[in-house]
């Protein structure tokens, strides 16, 4: 089964001016789709057919580079275009203290965020994300992704590419930054991808309990789990495989 180009979570002009409409209709409809039309052609009558996309980006990080690259930017992008919102949504008291407690507050967060992602090298990304049940600022380096990483879970991620913010600020990285920081941060994205980790384990434990006392067979267990939860939240890899692609996953 082939990997869709999922739509966007918002209309074209949803992010504008921090992202414009133009902008968007490239970055998704041109880049995105590229990712995900290319990791299809690379997988497609291999053993990866079936795989999700974390499976088959594990399987491709130092394997094969193309393959890789590919399919750890079509995650990334379908992530990115979750972390933003038209307007900023609230932020769970979990997060709320977590930010606090390693941050000192949210627009300090903003700033180091801003910091970050102005001062990274080339092409990347900037993550907020859960390592040790603390937060922490994450860059990759070009496609790189933290979806297949165990023991660090992402909550939001911005794009750094030149072809993000090129249309709409050109060479002004950190402007593009602000904008986005500034009113576009989708916080309950952040907040539900914080609780899904937090609460993850615990699910996890439960489903795995009922299933040893046959209460529930394989695939109705599958039912009873959320896939995202379980991907973005250090399972093993034994758990992770035994993952079926979500039908509804938006990562794509
Ligand atoms: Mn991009």
């Known amino acids: 089964m082939a990997f869709k180009l999922?739509?966007?979570?918002?209309?074209?002009?949803a992010l504008d001016p921090a992202v414009s409409a133009e902008t968007l209709s490239y970055h998704h409809g041109k880049h995105h789709q590229a990712y995900v039309d290319k990791t299809?052609?690379?997988?497609?009558?291999?053993?990866?057919?079936?795989?999700?996309?974390?499976?088959?980006?594990?399987?491709?990080?130092?394997?094969d580079q193309g393959l890789f690259n590919n399919s750890a930017?079509?995650?990334?992008?379908?992530?990115?275009?979750?972390?933003?919102?038209?307007?900023?949504?609230?932020?769970s008291d979990e997060l709320q203290a977590m930010i606090d407690k390693a941050f000192g507050s949210t627009d300090e967060l903003k700033k180091k965020l801003a910091e970050r992602g102005a001062g990274h090298f080339a092409s990347g990304w900037v993550w907020l994300a859960v390592k040790n049940g603390e937060l922490t600022i994450e860059e990759t380096h070009d496609g790189d992704t933290l979806a297949d990483k165990d023991g660090i879970n992402p909550l939001l991620t911005i794009d750094l590419w030149e072809h993000?913010?090129?249309?709409?600020?050109?060479?002004?990285?950190?402007?593009?930054?602000?904008a986005v920081l500034g009113s576009k941060i989708n916080w309950s994205f952040a907040s539900d991808n914080l609780f899904g980790c937090?609460?993850?384990?615990?699910?996890a434990h439960k489903v795995e309990h009922i299933v040893r006392e046959q209460r529930f067979t394989e695939d109705e267990a599958h039912q009873v789990r959320t896939p995202r939860m379980f991907e973005q939240c250090g399972q093993d890899k034994e758990d992770r495989n035994r993952q079926k692609r979500p039908d509804h996953s938006p990562y794509p």
Do not use: C
């Not at 999922?6 to 002009?13: E, F, H, R, V």
């Not at 057919?49 to 499976?55: G, I, Q, R, V, Y």
């Not at 993000?164 to 602000?178: F, G, I, S, T």
């Not at 937090?198 to 699910?203: H, T």
């Open 164 to 178: 993000a913010y090129y249309l709409d600020h050109q060479n002004k990285r950190p402007e593009y930054l602000d």
């Open 6 to 13: 999922t739509d966007l979570p918002y209309a074209d002009s």
């Open 198 to 203: 937090l609460f993850a384990r615990r699910v």
């Open 40 to 63: 299809n052609k690379a997988i497609e009558g291999t053993g990866h057919a079936d795989k999700s996309l974390e499976e088959v980006i594990a399987a491709a990080r130092g394997n």
């Open 73 to 91: 930017q079509a995650w990334n992008h379908g992530f990115y275009w979750h972390s933003m919102a038209a307007e900023e949504g609230s932020i």
